[in-house]
């Protein structure tokens, strides 16, 4: 047997994330419309995946104005479930800023799930 190509394999999975982001950016845009946000993140993979005991699915960026997904996350999940509570929490973040200045979980990021009917687990930070 021959020796498993390593740089192929890579190649396919970046196509593959690429494609991912691609229709990712697509639902960013559509549902940045549906709640109001002036300026749709872009979407991204997130360069880690942990943050002390907390694996992190997502993150959004004031500063770039992109959602951050955690890589293993974005090549395994059901595009309609999961990721679309991933990136609608992430959304919220943007919509806070963009509406009061600050991110976080508090009292502002809560209200604004609430306005949009976001489930407690859409709300939640880390499972």
């Not at 639902?27 to 872009?42: A, E, F, H, N, Q």
């Amino acid at each position: 047997m021959g020796e498993f190509d390593w740089e192929g394999f890579d190649m396919v999975v970046d196509a593959f994330l690429q494609n991912r982001l691609a229709r990712h950016n697509k639902m960013s845009v559509r549902l940045s419309k549906k709640y109001g946000i002036l300026d749709p993140p872009t979407v991204d993979i997130l360069p880690h995946s942990r943050r002390g005991k907390c694996c992190i699915l997502g993150f959004y960026s004031r500063s770039d104005n992109k959602i951050y997904i955690n890589k293993h996350y974005l090549g395994c999940i059901n595009m309609n479930t999961q990721y679309r509570e991933v990136l609608k929490h992430e959304l919220m973040h943007a919509l806070s800023y963009q509406r009061f200045g600050i991110g976080g979980h508090g009292k502002h990021f809560k209200d604004i799930c609430k306005e949009f009917d976001l489930t407690r687990r859409a709300m939640a930070r880390c499972n």
